[in-house]
Every structure is written in C-alpha cells, then in structure tokens.
C-alpha cells in the first residue's frame, strides 16, 4: 500500500504548500539567467490543469487575500466564485512580482527561494 502525502497532511489536520510556480514558464536553462518576471498565464500547469496561482474553489483565505476580493473571511469550505478565484490569482501575481522586483532577481534566484520555502 501506498502512502500519500496530503492524507497524511490531512490526518493531522496540517497543511504545507510550496507557493506558486509558473510551470510553463521553464522550459529551458537560459531562463534561469531571466531578471522579467513570467507572464500571469506562464504559472498554469498542465499537469493540474489550472493556474497555480489562483485558489481552488473551496480553499482557505489568508487576511489580504480576502480584502482584495471584498469579503470579511473566507473558510475552509466556502465557495468561492470564478470572478473571486481569478481576483486572489491576480492579486497573488501581483504580490509575487513585486517581490520578485524588490528582491532584484533573476529565475534562478526564484528557483531558489522557492525550493527553500
């Protein structure tokens, strides 16, 4: 038998995630040495079938995720509307990037960061 990692998450009521990744951006070593931050659409993935951006329907919020959309909180549980998901993908493009900005980086030091997370 198998073990799968997010049951096991789950079991203990825990969660981990690893942020955002544009996926369909990284095709190729060259990129590593790119300083412009990656097109909102280059965060899809293929394999997931959707932007890993933007949140599943049911997800949780966190506190600025929530005012952007308008809402007081949102829960574990409460549906979220297509609008609303791609309001929260939007506003976490536009938080990644400043920092991405801030931080003065290139891919390779997002790469980094994001496999230090």
Same mark, same amino acid.
Request: proline share 4%; no cysteine.
């Given at each position: 038998a198998g073990v799968s990692y997010d049951a096991f998450l789950k079991a203990y009521n825990a969660s981990a995630s690893k942020g955002y990744f544009p996926y369909e951006y990284f095709d190729s070593l060259e990129k590593l040495s790119s300083t412009q931050f990656p097109p909102y659409d280059q965060f899809f993935s293929s394999l997931k079938g959707t932007n890993t951006l933007e949140p599943s329907r049911y997800d949780e919020l966190n506190e600025m995720e929530t005012a952007a959309i308008g809402r007081q909180y949102v829960a574990l549980g409460?549906?979220?509307? +297509?609008? +609303?998901?791609? +309001?929260?993908?939007?506003f976490r493009y536009s938080q990644l990037q400043q920092y991405w900005y801030e931080n003065n980086w290139s891919f390779r030091d997002f790469l980094v960061d994001y496999n230090n997370m």
């Amino acid at each position: 038998a198998g073990v799968s990692y997010d049951a096991f998450l789950k079991a203990y009521n825990a969660s981990a995630s690893k942020g955002y990744f544009p996926y369909e951006y990284f095709d190729s070593l060259e990129k590593l040495s790119s300083t412009q931050f990656p097109p909102y659409d280059q965060f899809f993935s293929s394999l997931k079938g959707t932007n890993t951006l933007e949140p599943s329907r049911y997800d949780e919020l966190n506190e600025m995720e929530t005012a952007a959309i308008g809402r007081q909180y949102v829960a574990l549980g409460t549906p979220l509307s +297509e609008d +609303e998901i791609s +309001e929260v993908g939007r506003f976490r493009y536009s938080q990644l990037q400043q920092y991405w900005y801030e931080n003065n980086w290139s891919f390779r030091d997002f790469l980094v960061d994001y496999n230090n997370m």
